[in-house]
C-alpha cells in the first residue's frame, strides 16, 4: 500500500489476555519503530528494528512487551497477560536508512488498545 | 544521548496572528530535526525537516521552522495561523542510531 497500514485499528481486550498489534510498512523501508502513545501524551519508544540488525529494545517497559520482525516487512508487537496501564494507542512508522532520500518517518493510524 | 525539549505544553493564538512552537535539542555531531502534526485520533503527519542548508526550512500546510545552531533550537512557525491549525504538534531529532526522539508535545489552540 502507499502508507503504513496497522491492524486491528481498535482493540478491546480482558485483563490476562494476550494481544498481538500488526504493522506493515512502506515497501522498501528499512527501519520500522513501535511507539506507545496514552492519552494526552507524548510517545513513548517501544522497539527499532533497522535492516538485518539487531533491534533497539531499549524502550519496552516489561518481559511482557515483545516484538518480531521478518526480513524488511511485517511487524508484530505482542503484549502477554494484558494490563490495564497497557491501554493506549500503539504507533507504528517506518523510513528508509539514513542517508537515503525521504527520511522522515511515515506514520501509521495506530491501533488502539483497551484492556478492562 | 539525545534529547529534545518542548517547553510548552499548551500554546494559544487568536486566528489570523502568527504562532511560534518552541524546540530546543540536544544532539551529538549534526542534528537532524523534524516537525510533525497529529490531529485527533490520528496518527503523525511530518510537516518538515532540517538537515542541512538553509536555516529556514519551508512545509507543509504553510509552516515553516528556523533552525538556529547557537541556540539549539528549532522553532516551528506560521504568519497567520488558521483554526484548523489546533492539534498537537512534536519536534523530533533523528539519532546516530537512525532512531527518532520526540520531544513531548504541544498542544496549540487557535482561537476564532
Known amino acids: 500500500g502507499a502508507g503504513v497500514s496497522q491492524s486491528p485499528s481498535n482493540k478491546v481486550t480482558e485483563k490476562g489476555k494476550d494481544v498481538e498489534l500488526r504493522c506493515d510498512p512502506i515497501?522498501?523501508?528499512?527501519?520500522l519503530y513501535w511507539y506507545r502513545q496514552r492519552l494526552g501524551q507524548g510517545l513513548e519508544f517501544l522497539i527499532y528494528?533497522?535492516?538485518?540488525?539487531?533491534?533497539?529494545k531499549s524502550g519496552l517497559p516489561s518481559d511482557r512487551f515483545s516484538a518480531e520482525r521478518t526480513g524488511e516487512s511485517v511487524s508484530t508487537l505482542t503484549i502477554q497477560r494484558t494490563q490495564q496501564e497497557d491501554s493506549a494507542v500503539y504507533l507504528c512508522?517506518?523510513?528508509?536508512?539514513?542517508?537515503?532520500?525521504?527520511?522522515?518517518?511515515?506514520f501509521g493510524q495506530g491501533t488502539r488498545l483497551t484492556v478492562v | 544521548a539525545q534529547s529534545v525539549a518542548q517547553p510548552e505544553d499548551q500554546v494559544n493564538v487568536a486566528e489570523g496572528n502568527p504562532l511560534t512552537v518552541k524546540c530546543t535539542y540536544s544532539?551529538?555531531?549534526?542534528?537532524?530535526l523534524f516537525w510533525y502534526v497529529q490531529y485527533p485520533n490520528r496518527g503523525l503527519q511530518f510537516l518538515l525537516k532540517?538537515?542541512?542548508?538553509?536555516?529556514l526550512v519551508k512545509g507543509s500546510y504553510g509552516f515553516e521552522a528556523e533552525f538556529n545552531k547557537s541556540q539549539t533550537s528549532f522553532h516551528l512557525k506560521k504568519p497567520s495561523a488558521l483554526v484548523s491549525d489546533s492539534a498537537l504538534y512534536f519536534c523530533?531529532?533523528?539519532?546516530?542510531?537512525?532512531?527518532?526522539?520526540f520531544g513531548p508535545g504541544t498542544r496549540l489552540s487557535v482561537l476564532p
Open positions: 512508522a517506518s523510513s528508509f536508512r539514513w542517508g537515503q532520500l525521504n527520511t522522515e518517518a511515515f
Open positions: 532540517y538537515i542541512t542548508g538553509d536555516n
Open positions: 528494528f533497522q535492516g538485518n540488525s539487531a533491534p533497539d
Open positions: 544532539v551529538s555531531g549534526n542534528p537532524y
Open positions: 523530533a531529532v533523528r539519532d546516530e542510531r537512525q532512531n527518532f526522539v
Open positions: 515497501s522498501g523501508h528499512t527501519a
